[in-house]
């Protein structure tokens, strides 16, 4: 009797994609220091790419220009031409489509693959990985780093351990020795605010994850503790979802980073404002309500913040939204620096059918008549514009760029 198939997924990341672009498109970069930033009046004044040569001189994504600029100063700042590398994204993965039909975005420039059904026609996971790399740098002039393992968190791990153009493969039978000696922030899933919570409690590598103690990891940080200890325990993240497979969303947001710092109460209100309008509008749409509202914030220093409460009952009009998000700010910020980014999302969602439990002293007309006033709005900024009817108080002086909204899809499928 045959074995069960083994599982073999790779994680494909395209090397410091948006400066590959560039300096592939424009060859008297090549040789130059080369970043490709936002725009500095916008307050996008920020790197989001760079070359192996502005990287070796320490040049880091996410750090302001002026920052990049005292490390290396004669770096070349470009800037970002999004549908050029959206472009290079969906030829990049008609390449991995040769491979498999089992894959699956995380951003742009970054795809986990189940090839595990691939094996007998190209080869075991590092051979797919080797031919995936070639195909890329013969035909779009780019290169990836492969991470190949049994799992999604370890290849996207195996992905960033060896760059640029390489491949990592992990093992269940070696993954310790390799994984376990990283720091803890080096796994999905733990950011800057995690790692300090995790430092505080004296872990400091992914081993320490591993050997503590489930419970523990549940108290310090949730259920996002136990998904971590799963994750470093070799027991990571959801498999790989067929193509054109959709996640069940599990939160709906919108952030900006604003155009000047935020100073007081009333600027933040109307930021909040101006965002629960999106997202009240995107749950309209998908036939949903939250029972849960999280605010996140990010000051001056860069560092970020976020809080969340749970509703009496599920809402979704932009005003109530705003006016929970507002009341979570309140209670949770001390005004130590200026705000710089702002988010909001509706979390623990449910359909709008759901039967709810009416109060006492809850006023169902005044809701349902402002249910009713939000979708007439809805329906003239389709019409005519997202500006032809909105609140009063975001009709001067917001502090808002463009657009911001991003989505991810964490290997447990959490919508980010």
């Given at each position: 009797?045959?074995?069960?198939?083994?599982?073999?997924?790779?994680?494909?990341?395209?090397n410091n994609f948006y400066a590959s672009v560039e300096c592939m498109k424009n060859p008297e970069l090549k040789d130059k220091y080369v970043a490709v930033c936002g725009n500095p009046e916008?307050?996008?004044?920020?790197?989001?790419?760079?070359?192996?040569?502005?990287?070796?001189?320490?040049?880091?994504?996410?750090?302001?220009?002026?920052?990049?600029?005292?490390?290396?100063?004669?770096?070349?700042?470009?800037?970002?031409?999004?549908?050029?590398?959206?472009?290079?994204?969906?030829?990049?993965?008609?390449?991995?489509?040769?491979?498999?039909?089992?894959?699956?975005?995380?951003?742009?420039?970054?795809?986990?693959?189940?090839?595990?059904?691939?094996?007998?026609?190209?080869?075991?996971?590092?051979?797919?990985?080797?031919?995936?790399?070639?195909?890329?740098?013969?035909?779009?002039?780019?290169?990836?780093?492969?991470?190949?393992?049994?799992?999604?968190?370890?290849?996207?791990?195996?992905?960033?351990?060896?760059?640029?153009?390489?491949?990592?493969?992990?093992?269940?039978?070696?993954?310790?020795?390799?994984?376990?000696?990283?720091?803890?922030?080096?796994?999905?899933?733990?950011?800057?605010?995690?790692?300090?919570?995790?430092?505080?409690?004296?872990?400091?590598?992914?081993?320490?994850?591993?050997?503590?103690?489930?419970?523990?990891?549940?108290?310090?940080?949730?259920?996002?503790?136990?998904?971590?200890?799963?994750?470093?325990?070799?027991?990571?993240?959801?498999?790989?979802?067929?193509?054109?497979?959709?996640?069940?969303?599990?939160?709906?947001?919108?952030?900006?980073?604003?155009?000047?710092?935020l100073g007081s109460d009333t600027e933040v209100r109307r930021v909040l404002l101006a965002l629960s309008t999106d997202v009240s509008r995107r749950l309209r749409q998908q036939g949903l309500?939250?029972?849960?509202?999280?605010?996140?914030?990010?000051?001056?220093?860069?560092?970020?913040?976020?809080?969340?409460?749970?509703?009496?009952?599920?809402?979704?009009?932009?005003?109530?939204?705003?006016?929970?998000?507002?009341?979570?700010?309140?209670?949770?910020?001390?005004?130590?620096?200026?705000?710089?980014?702002?988010?909001?999302?509706?979390?623990?969602?449910?359909?709008?059918?759901?039967?709810?439990?009416?109060?006492?002293?809850?006023?169902?007309?005044?809701?349902?008549?402002?249910?009713?006033?939000?979708?007439s709005m809805e329906g003239i900024r389709e019409m005519y514009g997202k500006r032809a009817v909105m609140y009063g108080s975001l009709l001067c002086g917001l502090k808002l760029p463009g657009?911001?909204?991003?989505?991810?899809?964490?290997?447990?499928?959490?919508?980010?």
């Amino acid at each position: 009797m045959r074995g069960a198939r083994k599982t073999i997924i790779l994680h494909s990341d395209m090397n410091n994609f948006y400066a590959s672009v560039e300096c592939m498109k424009n060859p008297e970069l090549k040789d130059k220091y080369v970043a490709v930033c936002g725009n500095p009046e916008d307050r996008h004044g920020i790197v989001l790419a760079k070359n192996e040569r502005a990287k070796a001189l320490g040049v880091k994504t996410g750090e302001p220009v002026w920052q990049a600029l005292q490390k290396c100063p004669f770096l070349i700042t470009v800037a970002p031409h999004f549908d050029e590398y959206v472009e290079y994204s969906k030829r990049a993965r008609e390449i991995y489509y040769r491979y498999t039909d089992l894959i699956e975005p995380f951003g742009l420039d970054e795809c986990w693959l189940d090839v595990s059904g691939s094996t007998l026609l190209f080869g075991d996971g590092r051979r797919i990985a080797d031919l995936i790399r070639e195909d890329i740098r013969r035909e779009l002039g780019l290169t990836v780093s492969v991470g190949v393992s049994f799992n999604k968190v370890f290849a996207k791990l195996g992905s960033d351990m060896k760059k640029p153009d390489a491949v990592t493969c992990i093992s269940e039978e070696d993954f310790r020795s390799i994984v376990w000696r990283l720091n803890a922030s080096e796994m999905i899933g733990v950011g800057r605010a995690t790692a300090g919570k995790l430092r505080k409690h004296g872990i400091y590598t992914i081993g320490d994850i591993a050997s503590a103690k489930p419970e523990y990891m549940q108290k310090w940080l949730g259920k996002n503790g136990i998904m971590l200890w799963n994750y470093a325990n070799g027991r990571g993240g959801s498999r790989v979802s067929p193509a054109g497979s959709v996640p069940p969303v599990k939160s709906i947001g919108h952030g900006v980073t604003c155009t000047s710092d935020l100073g007081s109460d009333t600027e933040v209100r109307r930021v909040l404002l101006a965002l629960s309008t999106d997202v009240s509008r995107r749950l309209r749409q998908q036939g949903l309500m939250a029972e849960g509202i999280s605010v996140s914030v990010k000051d001056t220093s860069l560092l970020s913040r976020e809080f969340q409460r749970g509703t009496n009952r599920p809402v979704r009009n932009s005003a109530e939204l705003a006016g929970l998000g507002f009341e979570l700010f309140k209670k949770n910020y001390d005004w130590e620096k200026q705000v710089r980014a702002l988010s909001i999302r509706a979390i623990k969602l449910v359909s709008e059918n759901k039967p709810v439990q009416v109060g006492l002293f809850d006023n169902i007309s005044r809701e349902m008549k402002r249910d009713r006033i939000e979708e007439s709005m809805e329906g003239i900024r389709e019409m005519y514009g997202k500006r032809a009817v909105m609140y009063g108080s975001l009709l001067c002086g917001l502090k808002l760029p463009g657009d911001n909204r991003i989505n991810r899809v964490m290997p447990g499928g959490c919508r980010v």
